[in-house]
């Protein structure tokens, strides 16, 4: 059974930036698709960026070129890296992962999901 523990979140201002980390066991077979998603009180939760086992990553268009999502295979841990933050970057940050040969941001497609870690942005 896949685990996955999340850390990081908390509060900043405006432009201020947040590491998120992930740490993840219970990994059997690889390949394995693992991203990040959001979600704000009364909407949906959306993807934010996803990674496959080799490194290929996306990005949804709102966080393209402020975030970064990276791993470390050998430590099992999921990384985002979010900079220049805004205040409608504030959410619950939960991280997943689902066992395939294919990776789509797609949070109906993830298996394992953390418990997620809040993060709020104040204007």
């Known amino acids: 059974q896949v685990q996955l523990v999340e850390s990081g979140g908390g509060s900043v201002q405006a432009g201020g930036s947040l590491r998120l980390s992930c740490a993840a066991s219970?990994?059997?077979?690889?390949?394995?698709?693992m991203g990040w998603f959001r979600q704000a009180p009364g909407k949906e939760r959306e993807g934010v960026a996803r990674?496959?086992?080799?490194?290929?990553?996306d990005y949804a268009s709102a966080v393209k070129g402020r975030f970064t999502i990276s791993q470390d295979n050998a430590k099992n841990t999921l990384s985002l890296e979010m900079n220049s933050l805004k205040p409608e970057d504030s959410g619950m940050y939960y991280c997943?992962?689902?066992?395939?040969?294919?990776?789509?941001?797609?949070?109906?497609?993830?298996?394992?999901w953390g418990q997620g870690t809040q993060v709020t942005v104040s204007s």
């Open positions: 219970g990994y059997t077979n690889r390949p394995y698709c």
């Open positions: 990674i496959t086992t080799g490194g290929t990553t």
């Open positions: 997943a992962a689902f066992q395939a040969s294919y990776c789509i941001l797609d949070p109906t497609r993830f298996t394992y």
